[in-house]
């Protein structure tokens, strides 16, 4: 089903068609979560084949494949999103985060959800998007002395 919108930082409409994608929950539930497979210019941002389209097939056939390990990375998940030293608010800030660094669209939408369901704010969601965008960034400038290092190097004949 394709629905039109015209999201606030663009002034052109866009076109967006979700799927869903099933995911299970830390209690075991299968649920789905909207995803869409258009990007903002209406480009198919899932058929560059690269990923397969989504479904409960898939998801089935990979804990069918290996059922040991999909109930050990289960539990693992349950662990660390649990209430421990940091609260499950704060796990799931960090969570928006990296799934931005990581460029995971289902996971940014669902840890989103997931942090504003156990307390988080909008202001709070972004100001966690804004420390990812930081760290990526730190990471290049770090990483601009390898470059520089290398230049020195040949620049002195070594």
Known sequence: MAIRFSPPWKHQEAAVENFDVPFMDTGGREFM?????????????????LRPAP?????RKRTQLAPEIAAAFKAF???????GALSVKT???????????TQCPCCIRRHTELALKHGA???GVMEAIWVAAEMRAGGVCA????????????EAGR
């Open 77 to 83: 998940n349950e662990q660390v999103f649990a209430e």
């Open 55 to 59: 479904g409960k097939g898939l998801s």
């Open 91 to 101: 796990k799931q800030l960090i969570a928006v985060a990296l799934a931005h660094v």
């Open 143 to 154: 990483h601009a002395n390898i470059a520089l290092e290398t230049m020195e190097r040949l």
């Open 33 to 49: 979560l909207k995803c869409s497979h258009l990007d903002f210019n209406g480009e198919n941002i899932m058929d560059n084949g």
């Open 121 to 123: 704010t909008q202001r």
